[in-house]
């Protein structure tokens, strides 16, 4: 077992490379997987099965993991739409603690190029979402709307649509996607909320430290005699209701409490220019 318990540049850098290189393992993991699940017309579980692969392999190199701490039960639903706060590419280690089985992740078209990480996300029923074209965008929607309908088959999508790289507990706004989604497919939403971890992974700060992060998924948000109409005020209303707990989450002793104080709702979109390296 090769974790690092220690603070400092050294510690950042090397549970740094034990992350990449985690992922690296379970994309060629998970590419070998979905084929022979494919094969065996169990396609469907494989992104689930990957994921808890990458929440074990993450585990073992460098004592970081989710932890959920309220409404497990609610992940057995399906089929819905999760949607989750995005932080940085740590929350790949999110989708290994909440994902269930039956479920896919969407992804911006480009990742479908990716070695081993998009050939996995292909074979294993990735939506790939083209951001730069919003009628291919909308008709990808359809389709995963029917398929959802038709396979019982649940859609995990993070709304801000970028990593926040947050430094307090914030969110960007939310894109409406996963709204009109789920309301195309008649299913619930079910929010999924992981406390601001700013305070154990900062890049900019080369600080990467071991521990356990509070998530807390927070009951089914009905969407039954919704129409397009409602997409706008059902998306606020829900952006507002993970930053609430989001806060509460952060703040307490549970929780990676953030240093800087939070940051109000209505600051949102401003938070993302150059901290690209996590």
């Known amino acids: 077992m090769a974790r690092f318990a220690s603070s400092g540049p050294a510690a950042f850098y090397a549970r740094l490379l034990a992350s990449y290189g985690s992922l690296l393992l379970c994309a060629m993991y998970g590419t070998i997987a979905s084929l022979i699940l494919r094969l065996a017309g169990k396609h469907r579980i494989a992104q689930w099965a990957t994921a808890r692969s990458f929440y074990h392999v993450m585990y073992l190199t460098t004592g970081i993991r989710f932890?959920?701490?309220?409404?497990?039960?609610?992940?057995?639903?399906?089929?819905?739409?999760?949607?989750?706060?995005?932080?940085?590419?740590?929350?790949?280690?999110?989708?290994?603690?909440?994902?269930p089985p039956y479920c896919s992740v969407t992804a911006k078209k480009s990742l479908a190029k990716v070695p081993f990480?998009?050939?996995?996300?292909?074979?294993?029923?990735?939506?790939?979402?083209?951001?730069?074209n919003r009628d291919t965008a909308m008709k990808a929607f359809d389709g995963a709307a029917e398929e959802m309908r038709r396979e019982r088959q649940s859609v995990f999508i993070f709304p801000e649509g970028t990593r926040s790289y947050a430094t307090a507990p914030m969110l960007l706004g939310f894109k409406k996607g996963a709204f009109h989604l789920a309301i195309k497919a008649g299913v619930d939403v079910v929010p999924i909320v992981a406390g601001c971890y700013w305070g154990m992974l900062g890049a900019s700060e080369r600080r990467f430290l071991a521990g356990d992060i509070p998530v807390k998924v927070l009951p089914p948000i009905s969407t039954k005699g919704l129409t397009a109409a409602d997409v706008d005020e059902l998306t606020h209303n829900t952006r507002e209701l993970m930053l609430k707990e989001l806060?509460?989450?952060?703040?307490?002793?549970?929780?990676?409490?953030?240093?800087?104080?939070?940051?109000?709702?209505?600051?949102d979109t401003r938070r993302i220019k150059s901290k690209k390296m996590i």
């Open 67 to 99: 932890v959920i701490v309220s409404g497990k039960e609610h992940l057995e639903q399906r089929p819905v739409v999760f949607i989750g706060n995005h932080q940085s590419a740590l929350d790949v280690l999110l989708l290994g603690t909440v994902f």
């Open 247 to 267: 806060i509460a989450l952060t703040e307490t002793p549970a929780g990676q409490k953030a240093a800087k104080p939070p940051v109000a709702a209505s600051n």
């Open 117 to 132: 990480l998009g050939w996995f996300m292909a074979l294993s029923g990735t939506v790939f979402i083209d951001r730069a």
